[in-house]
């Protein structure tokens, strides 16, 4: 079946998300971001999952109305199996066994990390797809791993965080700052106006192919409490180098660890996914290795690096063309390997 709508879902966070694509086209994208989050500085699993049972049936609809199409119409059902919160997960997967038995039609079960790469293969007008193999770096809130990806559905992990994920760091660094939650945008945005060398933080040592970021939280810690000590003033007079300098060592971490992966793999085909590909120092960073290390860099549309069910949609379309169809004694999985 060519022709095919796949109704995809996502709830494995705190994104309630739906879409519809139609062979690599993303018909609707609907997002319901949960606001909740920001008063606590971060996801709170109990509250997610609750609002994800409020959010789920609307945004659904949503996505089927914006795609201007009818239930019947849908082809199959992709939803996120995990890895994720467990109480956020069950919400979409109740829900999508469910309504797919209704219809009857078939169920996809789709892995969270693999669809932020296959996020790559939704078609956007003016950008080309990653050619086999690439290397993948999705960093997020959640996730900072590197990927070698051989085929759709041949994947292996080659270097991932052994504590905080790259997100994480911004957003902690930031609430050390005084930043509301997340912090990550705002500290690109004070970065574009500092000096990037004013101050130094450290970059912690692990296998080359990995990520650690707990260490670095510790360091602006005692580095901003030393300096307050000396100057109450010290954040609010020095945020943008303070935010610029951070970044910057972020950045070149993250550019690092990827120079590793290509001398290790012989890859020089670079796709990057996730909320923190945003970042204005990671995208200028990638621009450079093009010049510089004769890279080719993809970079997905925003809405397509966060959270999404357009990615989970693209999966389920994949999945759907070989007939990789889940039983509906499927379950949640709140940790999963490729
Ligand atoms: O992918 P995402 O929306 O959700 C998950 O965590 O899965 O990523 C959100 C993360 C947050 O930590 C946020 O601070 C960070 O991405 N982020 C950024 C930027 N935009 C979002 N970090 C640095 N610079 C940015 N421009
Ligand atoms: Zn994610």
Redesign the pocket.
Known sequence: ENNCFILGIES????TAAAVINNGIVLSNVVATQKIHEEYGGVVPELASRAHQQNIVPVVHQALRKANIDKNDVSAIAFTRGPGLMGSLLVGTSFSKSFAMGLKIPLVDVDHMQA?ILAHFIKVEGQTVPKFPFLAMT?????TQIVKVTDYFSMEVIGQTIDD????A??KA?KILGLP?????L???YAKEGDPKRFKFPKPKVDPMDFSFSGLKTAVLYFVEREVAKDPDFISENIEDICASL?FT?VSYLMDKLKNAVKHTGIKEIAI????S?????RNALILARQKYGWTTHIPKFEY???NAAMIAMVGELKFKKEMFATNEVTAKARMKF
Do not use: K, L, M
Not at 12 to 15: G, K, L, P
Not at 139 to 143: A, E, F, K, R, V
Not at 165 to 168: K, L, Q, Y
């Open positions: 494995s966070c705190d994104d932020h960093i997020s809130g959640g996730h994920a790259v997100g994480e911004f957003d930031g939650y997340p912090a990550g945008p500290i690109d945005r970044q972020i996914g996730g909320g923190v945003a970042n204005s120092g990671i690096c966060t959270d």
